[in-house]
């Protein structure tokens, strides 16, 4: 066993060991939480036969809130609660090792410097992905035994995809945790920026989206469009929506895009598309930009946070 | 055989000069004090030494391999006790000194018999599975000289190892330090700014100033150099009497003596520790404890930190 993985043990058994570990079980339980309120309202509508009955498991409306700030179905609340679990494993990374003493001591030892590093961020995402396949598998049991309807092939191919794109954008979270850990030597306030990056995306950047959109006026439909595409731009900034998006793509199979200029055309002008389910690719090469994207803003977080920690004087440790 | 070579090391941090020009021999086996005020360049030159910090210019050699490019070698056969050691305080202190076992490739009982048997050497045995968080400074230092002992270095770098411990600790780490150097044969490195510290456990000593290396050598050899060879001698006794105190007095060689209830400071021309106890016996006296102290080194340094 090489100390890369003596490294990674440790951070592993440090994040199930801790008290962080029960925010990640508070995460756990709200989601068995939703699906376990969804099931009950797939069941009073069961008249609108849909052809994914097990996934609507995990989109439903599982709270009836005019809120759009608080989560309403198992995605949403997937998508807002996710990046706590992230940032609670990796806000203190760096800088609590540094102000323990601790580090000085671990860079001492027979180990390159950039496998601590990369230990932290990998025992991050082995514990994140821990907890999302078990939160998924827990759910999907429970609706199992609920609603007495096995999943489809296609439907755990879904779920897998959506384990997988949820990994992804938590690891961003991870990422960015780790580098405010990095950049900052208070783990005060590396926390308090990780926090309030999510706070901003969670709250202010729906409202300051919102009051964009509402001060927008078009003459010409071309002038409509051409705001109508800002305005998607301008909602891909949040790695939030970014997730949402994906995950209404990929276990909503009907979704045709997740542009929302287009779910526009087609809910609005008519019904120029008929209401079938895309394949599993084809709903994959539709999210396939955000997914690209997600993996690049992690890879970028990671990358300074990497730079960082390489080139920095030990004099600092 | 040469553990340490330093050949015209040199650290700038931007128009600062930390360490400068800095040439270090340190034979195999031995305990060095690097002795200096704060801000010498102690740390720095330990720092390039263990590769942790890149050099302007100049090499650093531990065992004949090159700190800077060998950097995990080095680190195979160098300890270090940062100046502000600390552990994970949630952990205990076993599964501290475990986590270093590991990662120095040594895993399962072949770890855990090595771990306990740190612990016992530095006295923390019953403290074994107690968090570090419970434990004061004195025996997380300790602890530190236990991770040193998991790692069995051929050198070990010890920061200023008695920062902030009470006499009573500082007298029991530095007996330790010397005890793990005999015990396992190890090269020790000692930083610190006190003078009587290093005299205690150090065979050799070098003299630090703002970045440069003022004055290097054995004890003994350095107060002969710039002292004339005047000499202090420490000595305790069971009981101290008056014939006792006139007969060392009568000493030929002895210059003063200074008493504080049993302890005399006997300052002499030169090393009359033979002469003294002989005297003692004669007269049915019982020495506790008897010590050389050099008079002479601890001007050179006093010199140097005033006029820092």
């Given at each position: 066993?090489?100390?890369?993985f003596?490294?990674?043990?440790?951070?592993?058994?440090?994040?199930?060991?801790?008290?962080?570990?029960?925010?990640?079980?508070?995460?756990?339980i709200?989601?068995?939480?939703?699906v376990?309120?969804a099931v009950?309202?797939?069941?009073?509508?069961?008249?609108?036969?849909?052809?994914?009955?097990?996934?609507?498991?995990?989109?439903?409306?599982?709270i009836?809130?005019?809120?759009?700030?608080?989560?309403?179905?198992?995605?949403s609340?997937?998508?807002?609660?996710?990046?706590?679990?992230?940032?609670?494993?990796?806000?203190?990374?760096?800088n609590?090792e540094?102000?323990?003493?601790?580090l000085?001591?671990?860079?001492?030892?027979?180990?390159?410097?950039?496998?601590?590093?990369?230990?932290?961020?990998?025992?991050?995402?082995?514990?994140?992905?821990?907890v999302?396949?078990?939160?998924?598998?827990?759910?999907?049991?429970?609706?199992?035994?609920?609603l007495?309807?096995?999943?489809?092939?296609?439907?755990?191919?879904?779920?897998?995809?959506?384990?997988?794109?949820?990994?992804?954008?938590?690891?961003?979270?991870?990422?960015?945790?780790?580098?405010?850990?990095?950049?900052?030597?208070?783990?005060?306030v590396?926390?308090?920026?990780s926090?309030?990056?999510?706070l901003?995306?969670?709250?202010?950047?729906?409202?300051?989206?919102?009051?964009?959109?509402?001060?927008?006026?078009?003459?010409?439909?071309?002038?409509?469009?051409?705001?109508?595409?800002?305005?998607?731009?301008?909602?891909?900034?949040?790695?939030?929506?970014?997730?949402?998006?994906?995950?209404?793509?990929?276990?909503?199979?009907?979704?045709?895009?997740?542009?929302?200029?287009?779910?526009?055309?087609?809910?609005?002008?008519?019904?120029?598309f008929?209401?079938?389910?895309?394949?599993?690719?084809?709903?994959?090469?539709?999210?396939w930009?955000?997914?690209?994207?997600?993996?690049?803003?992690?890879t970028?977080?990671?990358?300074?946070?990497?730079v960082k920690?390489?080139?920095?004087?030990?004099?600092?440790? | 055989?040469?553990?340490?070579?330093?050949s015209?090391?040199?650290?700038k941090?931007?128009?600062t000069?930390?360490?400068d020009?800095?040439?270090?021999?340190?034979?195999?086996?031995?305990?060095?004090?690097?002795?200096?005020?704060?801000?010498a360049?102690?740390?720095?030159?330990?720092?390039?030494?263990?590769g942790?910090?890149?050099?302007?210019?100049?090499?650093a050699?531990?065992?004949?391999?090159?700190?800077?490019?060998?950097?995990?070698?080095?680190?195979?056969?160098?300890?270090?006790?940062?100046?502000?050691?600390?552990?994970?305080?949630?952990l205990?202190?076993?599964?501290?000194?475990?986590?270093?076992?590991?990662?120095?490739?040594?895993?399962?009982?072949?770890?855990?018999?090595?771990?306990?048997?740190?612990?016992?050497?530095?006295?923390?045995?019953?403290k074994?599975?107690e968090?570090?968080?419970?434990?004061?400074?004195?025996?997380?230092?300790?602890?530190?000289?236990?991770?040193?002992?998991v790692k069995?270095?051929?050198?070990?770098?010890?920061?200023?190892?008695?920062?902030?411990?009470?006499?009573?600790?500082?007298?029991?780490?530095?007996?330790?330090?010397?005890?793990?150097?005999?015990?396992?044969?190890?090269?020790?490195?000692?930083s610190?700014?006190?003078?009587?510290?290093?005299?205690?456990?150090?065979?050799?000593?070098?003299?630090?100033?703002?970045?440069?290396?003022i004055?290097?050598?054995?004890?003994?050899?350095?107060?002969?150099?710039?002292?004339?060879?005047?000499?202090?001698?420490?000595?305790?006794?069971?009981?101290?009497?008056?014939?006792?105190?006139?007969?060392?007095?009568?000493?030929?060689?002895?210059?003063?003596?200074?008493?504080?209830?049993?302890t005399l400071?006997?300052?002499?021309?030169?090393d009359?520790?033979?002469?003294?106890?002989?005297?003692?016996?004669?007269?049915?006296?019982?020495?506790?404890?008897?010590?050389?102290?050099?008079?002479?080194?601890?001007?050179?340094?006093?010199?140097?930190?005033?006029?820092?």
């Amino acid at each position: 066993m090489s100390a890369f993985f003596t490294v990674t043990k440790k951070e592993l058994q440090d994040h199930f060991n801790s008290w962080r570990f029960l925010v990640l079980l508070f995460v756990m339980i709200a989601a068995i939480v939703y699906v376990f309120l969804a099931v009950g309202v797939i069941r009073s509508n069961s008249s609108s036969g849909t052809q994914f009955i097990f996934l609507s498991l995990f989109t439903t409306q599982a709270i009836s809130t005019t809120s759009s700030l608080i989560p309403s179905s198992f995605m949403s609340l997937m998508a807002t609660l996710l990046p706590i679990a992230a940032i609670i494993l990796g806000l203190d990374a760096i800088n609590s090792e540094r102000n323990g003493g601790t580090l000085g001591r671990l860079v001492s030892q027979p180990i390159y410097r950039d496998n601590i590093i990369n230990a932290k961020f990998l025992a991050g995402i082995i514990t994140l992905a821990v907890v999302i396949l078990t939160t998924v598998l827990l759910s999907a049991g429970l609706g199992l035994k609920m609603l007495g309807v096995a999943p489809g092939a296609e439907e755990i191919l879904r779920l897998i995809v959506f384990v997988m794109v949820a990994i992804v954008y938590s690891a961003f979270w991870l990422g960015l945790a780790i580098l405010f850990s990095t950049l900052f030597k208070q783990v005060a306030v590396s926390s308090i920026i990780s926090i309030a990056v999510w706070l901003f995306f969670v709250f202010f950047y729906p409202i300051i989206f919102q009051m964009i959109a509402n001060g927008m006026t078009a003459a010409t439909q071309a002038d409509a469009i051409h705001n109508a595409n800002s305005l998607i731009l301008l909602s891909r900034l949040s790695p939030i929506q970014l997730f949402n998006e994906n995950m209404a793509v990929i276990l909503v199979p009907v979704t045709r895009s997740s542009s929302q200029l287009l779910q526009l055309i087609t809910t609005d002008a008519g019904n120029y598309f008929v209401a079938n389910p895309l394949s599993l690719g084809q709903s994959i090469i539709s999210i396939w930009p955000q997914l690209i994207i997600t993996i690049l803003l992690t890879t970028v977080c990671f990358a300074i946070s990497y730079v960082k920690f390489m080139f920095e004087e030990i004099r600092a440790i | 055989m040469l553990m340490v070579e330093t050949s015209k090391l040199t650290k700038k941090y931007g128009n600062t000069t930390v360490v400068d020009n800095l040439n270090l021999k340190i034979e195999e086996g031995q305990i060095f004090g690097f002795l200096g005020p704060n801000g010498a360049g102690k740390t720095t030159t330990i720092l390039m030494l263990l590769g942790l910090t890149t050099p302007t210019s100049g090499t650093a050699t531990i065992g004949g391999l090159d700190s800077t490019h060998d950097t995990l070698k080095v680190k195979r056969i160098a300890g270090y006790i940062p100046e502000k050691v600390g552990f994970y305080t949630d952990l205990s202190a076993a599964y501290n000194l475990l986590y270093t076992a590991n990662l120095n490739g040594i895993f399962d009982k072949k770890a855990d018999a090595i771990v306990e048997k740190a612990l016992n050497d530095v006295g923390l045995k019953d403290k074994a599975n107690e968090q570090v968080a419970h434990f004061s400074k004195g025996m997380k230092q300790r602890l530190a000289i236990a991770d040193i002992l998991v790692k069995q270095p051929k050198i070990a770098f010890l920061d200023e190892p008695t920062t902030g411990i009470d006499p009573a600790g500082i007298t029991q780490i530095l007996d330790l330090v010397a005890q793990i150097a005999k015990d396992n044969n190890m090269t020790i490195i000692m930083s610190s700014h006190q003078l009587s510290q290093i005299q205690r456990i150090c065979s050799h000593v070098g003299i630090m100033n703002k970045g440069k290396l003022i004055s290097e050598g054995s004890i003994e050899s350095l107060s002969k150099k710039t002292g004339g060879g005047k000499v202090v001698i420490e000595i305790q006794l069971v009981e101290t009497t008056k014939e006792l105190l006139d007969a060392i007095r009568n000493v030929a060689g002895v210059i003063n003596i200074e008493r504080n209830e049993n302890t005399l400071s006997v300052t002499c021309n030169e090393d009359l520790r033979k002469q003294i106890s002989k005297v003692i016996s004669d007269k049915n006296g019982l020495i506790t404890q008897m010590k050389l102290q050099s008079y002479a080194l601890e001007d050179i340094y006093m010199k140097i930190v005033k006029g820092a």
